[in-house]
C-alpha cells in the first residue's frame, strides 16, 4: 500500500511565503514524475509544477517565477516553495507521484496525495 501524507497549508497574506510537502510511504521500487496540482472553488484541478526523476521542471505559467519545485529522492518527498503569493493562488493543493511499484514491470501508477489547503489573504 502506497500513500502520500501531503503538510504545509494554510493562511498567509498577499505577498507571502508558503512550502508545501509531500511524502510518499509504503513499499515501492522508485518514484518517476513528482507533481503539484491546484483546485479552487468552482474550478477543475489544474497543473501547477511538475519534476522528472532526473530533476526537470515544469511550471504552469501563472506561477513561473514565484514557485519553486523540488524533491528528495532519500525522502520520497516533493516540495513545493511558493512566494508572492495571491489571492487567486487560493486553492487546495494535491501532489503526485507516478510510482513504479514493482523492480519487475516498468509501469507506473498515479497516486495523489489528501490535499491542502492554502489561502492567501488580501
Known amino acids: 500500500q502506497v500513500q502520500l501524507v501531503e503538510s504545509g497549508g494554510g493562511v498567509v497574506q498577499h505577498g507571502g511565503s508558503l512550502r508545501l510537502s509531500c511524502a510518499a510511504s509504503?513499499?515501492?521500487?522508485?518514484?518517476?514524475?513528482m507533481g503539484w496540482y491546484r483546485q479552487a472553488p468552482g474550478k477543475q484541478r489544474g497543473l501547477v509544477a511538475t519534476i522528472t526523476s532526473g530533476g526537470t521542471t515544469n511550471y504552469a505559467d501563472f506561477v513561473k517565477g514565484r514557485f519553486a519545485i523540488s524533491r528528495d529522492d532519500a525522502k520520497n518527498t516533493v516540495y513545493l516553495q511558493m512566494n508572492s503569493l495571491r489571492p487567486e493562488d487560493t486553492a487546495v493543493y494535491y501532489c503526485?507521484?507516478?510510482?513504479?511499484?514493482?523492480?519487475?514491470?516498468?509501469?507506473?501508477?498515479?497516486?495523489w496525495g489528501q490535499g491542502t489547503q492554502v489561502t492567501v489573504s488580501s
Open positions: 509504503g513499499t515501492f521500487f522508485s518514484i518517476n514524475t
Open positions: 503526485n507521484q507516478r510510482i513504479q511499484r514493482s523492480r519487475v514491470s516498468p509501469l507506473t501508477q498515479a497516486y
